[in-house]
């Protein structure tokens, strides 16, 4: 079983969703109608769409060896009955009114292209029950219901229900605290104890999200802000949720149950989590056969748009036959490109030397290249100024102690005395402001031998080191840069600088305005772009995907004027002479007509979507760009 492999079963609380209405913090009436939707919203379309990026981003990911990575839809609180548990109920002689209210909309299943369409259509369109009752331990006991039907199937052989016991079980609960309210404690309510049992027995995690006014304001779906948790959700009301999650962590060291904001945690799930892999495990070395045992992860990991793959369309007719393509190289010689191919037993190698090309055979490539034993070395403590960040010359690591494991074959007694160590090493770093230098040789028998720096960082969770690789003498770039004439420098006593102060002050980005706005606390603009065109495209719509990427980002105005103002930084007249400002990317401009099949209409105003529409519009130089979104959801049902 691949550990990528994933069921997420959706619980969500529709009577929540209608009791949260928030308004679109900044957008007044024309605005927000120039930007495809209402001034003002319910909690319905925020989750609603977060739910659609959340399955729209898993099947652009999923592999056809993925057979298991499925999504499922239960809706609660609502005004109709329609699920298996309420049925069997039903059947052994039961009153009627057991799990009431709760909706299974969609069975768990692999995500195709209408997926995402179809799980934001059935929680708009599912209605709310008149009272706004709901019950939170019902609803979560008719989720494991529909995993214990999917992944402990009776009559299946022995491997294929190892197979199925591996994968990932996610309970994803979105309530508010009124629903939050129905869930009692383990120890007091037996049902909630027995529901805990169960899910502990099939390794299901719970997360859930809280959704709630102030939480929601700030979910700004098409800006893909990603906010903490609020204070609402300390409330006594979810306090049994919390112990749920508790013991369901406590039971499982990889479980990670717990209760965030609905829009932070629907968030999460639309990136793709990477498995971590030790860059080194070994020895961090002291001296003489005197060191920690320590493993090196990297902290960051750029993501790319999914890669796009040739395929053959002589294929088109049969489409359970593979379409892609083979892709074979041959050689000729530069000097009778119309003569026979270069078979590779004719190949050699050869490095330039002047005007000539001198061939190295197998023996002598050997000689040239130097090998080192994997090792880690410390060779001195320096300063850390004279290691700053921006000396680093590639990703950052963490440095931890490695665990007592089968693989790593370290007793538990030496696992955490390198542990202990490693904490009195950083914290005498800390102390002191240094930073050791190592040495390291990562693979064994490489080439390539790296130094780098290992600084202190103290946290709740532990004490651990931070990897920083540093350069040579020739990855060092010195220019030659143009030096600053003293007339441009201002003094301290400068008046000048109080403008400059008061830039700085106003685009602090604390509090509140920290909440809405980090850059690594947003989703990626691009990858957003590439997921909405690839939905649009398997859904039909004809759409090109040409847009400028931005971020939510923006700066206080009028410090902004008051500063260029002062040194005379909007004299140009000619727009395109001067720097664009953030306040011109935010300039509405008016739409074109969209430009997608003619199958989808117009979106409706009384159905908004935070992701962007597909519009087309002029850029500055004339050129036509498209804002690319998928399709209404009014058109799904004449997609059959």
Same mark, same amino acid.
Request: glycine letters at 6%; hydrophobic letters at 40%.
């Given at each position: 079983?691949?550990?990528r ?8 609380d529709v009577?929540?969703l ?7 913090? @900044?957008d007044?009436?024309d ?21 659609r ?7 652009? &990911? ?14 609660f609180?609502?005004?109709d ?12 002689? @039961? ?14 299943r692999p995500?195709?292209s ?16 008149? +009272?706004?009752?709901a ?22 052989n022995?491997a294929?229900?190892k ?18 309210a129905?869930m009692?404690s383990?120890?007091?309510d037996?049902f909630?104890?027995? !529901?805990l049992d ?8 719970l ?16 800006a ?16 049994a &949720?919390?112990?749920?999650c508790d013991v369901?962590?406590?039971?499982d060291a990889g ?7 609905a829009?932070?945690?629907?968030l999460?799930?639309?990136?793709? /989590?990477?498995?971590p ?10 001296? *003489? ?6 493993? =090196? ?7 790319v ?13 049969r489409?359970?036959? $593979? ?12 000097? %009778? ?8 037993? /004719?190949h ?5 030397? #002047?005007?000539?090309?001198i ?8 000689? =040239? ?12 403590s320096? $300063? ?6 921006w &000396?680093?010359?590639?990703e ?9 494991t ?9 696992a ?8 009195a ?5 800390? +102390? ?8 390291g040789?990562f ?15 103290l946290? %709740?969770?532990?004490?651990? =080191?931070?990897?920083t690789?540093?350069?040579?003498k ?14 441009? /420098? ?12 008061? *830039?700085?002050?106003?685009?602090s980005? %604390?509090?509140?305005r ?8 947003? !989703? ?9 065109? *690839?939905?649009?495209?398997?859904? #039909?719509?004809q ?6 990427? $931005?971020?939510?980002l ?6 902004a004027?008051d *500063? ?9 007249q ?6 664009? &400002? ?6 509405p ?5 969209l /430009? ?8 409706p ?8 529409l ?7 130089d004339?050129?036509?760009e ?7 959801? +009014?058109v ?5």
């Amino acid at each position: 079983m691949s550990a990528r492999d994933h069921a997420v079963m959706f619980v969500v609380d529709v009577s929540a969703l209608d009791r949260c209405v928030v308004a679109c913090a @900044g957008d007044d009436e024309d605005e927000a109608r120039r930007n495809g939707h209402v001034a003002t919203t319910s909690a319905r379309a925020i989750v609603a769409s977060c739910i659609r990026g959340c399955v729209n981003a898993k099947t652009q &990911l999923r592999t056809p060896s993925q057979r298991d990575h499925c999504f499922g839809l239960t809706l609660f609180g609502a005004r109709d009955t329609s699920n298996d548990v309420a049925a069997a109920a039903l059947d052994d002689d @039961g009153e009627g009114d057991e799990y009431a209210g709760i909706v299974t909309a969609r069975q768990l299943r692999p995500p195709e292209s209408k997926t995402g369409l179809e799980y934001e259509r059935d929680i708009l369109e599912t209605a709310a029950a008149a +009272d706004g009752a709901a019950d939170v331990p019902e609803a979560l006991a008719v989720a494991c219901d529909s995993l214990i039907r999917k992944y402990s199937p009776e009559g299946v052989n022995a491997a294929t229900k190892k197979r199925l016991a591996g994968c990932v079980k996610d309970i994803v609960l979105i309530t508010d605290a009124t629903g939050a309210a129905t869930m009692q404690s383990a120890v007091d309510d037996e049902f909630v104890a027995t !529901l805990l049992d169960g899910m502990k027995a099939q390794n299901v995690r719970l997360k859930v999200g809280v959704v709630d006014a102030c939480e929601m304001s700030r979910a700004r779906g098409d800006a893909g802000v990603r906010v903490t948790a609020s204070a609402t959700f300390r409330e006594p009301d979810f306090e049994a &949720l919390r112990q749920a999650c508790d013991v369901l962590a406590a039971a499982d060291a990889g479980n990670d149950s717990g209760v965030v904001g609905a829009s932070a945690l629907l968030l999460d799930l639309q990136i793709k /989590r990477v498995r971590p892999t030790s860059g080194y495990r070994g020895f961090l070395s002291f001296g *003489f056969n005197a060191g920690v045992n320590v493993a =090196l992860y990297k902290l960051n990991t750029e993501a790319v748009p999914v890669k796009l793959n040739r395929y053959s369309e002589e294929l088109a007719d049969r489409p359970e036959e $593979s379409h892609q393509t083979l892709v074979e190289t041959t050689y000729r010689n530069v000097n %009778d490109l119309d003569g026979e191919f270069v078979p590779p037993e /004719r190949h050699v190698k050869a490095f330039r030397y #002047g005007k000539q090309h001198i061939p190295i055979d197998a023996e002598t490539e050997s000689r =040239l290249s130097m090998r080192f034993e994997k090792s880690m070395k410390v060779i001195g403590s320096i $300063s850390m100024d004279e290691c700053p960040l921006w &000396l680093s010359v590639g990703e950052p690591s963490v440095c931890v102690p490695q665990p007592s494991t089968k693989t790593t074959g370290l007793s538990q007694e030496r696992a955490a005395a390198d542990a202990t160590a490693l904490s009195a090493l950083a914290r005498a770093l800390d +102390d002191a402001k240094l930073a050791l230098l190592v040495r390291g040789a990562f693979t064994e028998g490489t080439t390539s031998i790296h130094i780098g720096a290992l600084t202190p960082r103290l946290t %709740d969770a532990g004490d651990f =080191l931070l990897y920083t690789p540093l350069p040579f003498k020739e990855d060092y770039n010195e220019y030659s840069l143009p030096s600053v004439p003293a007339s441009a /420098r201002v003094d301290a006593d400068d008046p000048r600088l109080v403008d400059a102060r008061e *830039f700085v002050r106003a685009n602090s980005l %604390d509090g509140d305005r920290r909440a809405t706005t980090m850059p690594w606390e947003s !989703l990626n603009p691009t990858l957003r772009a590439y997921r909405d065109l *690839f939905e649009a495209r398997a859904l #039909g719509a004809q759409a090109s995907l040409k847009r400028r990427p $931005s971020l939510a980002l923006g700066v206080a105005e009028a410090s902004a004027c008051d *500063f260029a103002a002062r040194f005379g930084l909007n004299a140009a007249q000619d727009r395109s002479a001067r720097p664009r &400002l953030a306040a011109d990317e935010d300039t509405p401009k008016a739409p074109s007509p969209l /430009r997608v099949s003619e199958s989808l209409p117009e979106r409706p105003q009384s159905q908004p979507s935070f992701a962007a529409l597909v519009d087309v519009v002029k850029t500055e130089d004339g050129e036509e760009e498209a804002l690319v979104s998928p399709p209404d959801l +009014d058109v799904f049902d004449d997609m059959e």
